[in-house]
């Protein structure tokens, strides 16, 4: 992300940040143990990779929180973005250990615009961090 924040301030271009969660993962760790939940993790982390650009960068955020920086994108482009990811991973059948798992992910969306924004790294990821919870308090999916 410093990297991308870097280029947008030098060359005038937005770059969107995404920050998505998996819903209730606590509860698949805690029902079919980690082995289970780190597979869950693979698999939705297959999903975010393919679902992204090759100039996009996705990386898990720390436990169950991935982000995803969208480079040269605005809002309208990375809510797309967002969408298909979290569309993918609910349609995601995850079959390990003879179980069935099925996953849906919260969504927080922010787009930097470099003419306009003077937030610092820490301010964008807080304010997407925020997005995502607000998302899931609307509900999961």
Avoid: W
Avoid at 24 to 38: A, S
Avoid at 56 to 81: H, I, N, S
Avoid at 105 to 133: F, H
């Amino acid at each position: 992300m410093d990297h991308e924040l870097s280029r947008a301030r030098r060359y005038k271009n937005p770059f969107s940040l995404i920050m998505l969660n998996l819903d209730y993962f606590k509860k698949i760790n805690d029902q079919y143990g980690h082995p289970v939940g780190d597979v869950v993790l693979k698999e939705v982390s297959k999903v975010i990779n393919n679902s992204i650009r090759d100039s996009d960068v996705a990386a898990r955020y720390g436990g169950e929180k991935f982000t995803v920086v969208l480079t040269e994108t605005e809002l309208k482009g990375a809510a797309m973005v967002a969408e298909r990811i979290r569309k993918a991973v609910e349609n995601l059948e995850i079959a390990t250990n003879g179980l069935n798992i099925d996953v849906t992910i919260s969504i927080g969306v922010k787009c930097y615009r470099p003419l306009t924004d003077k937030k610092d790294k820490s301010e964008i990821i807080s304010e997407v961090d925020n997005a995502l919870y607000k998302s899931k308090n609307k509900g999961s999916n």
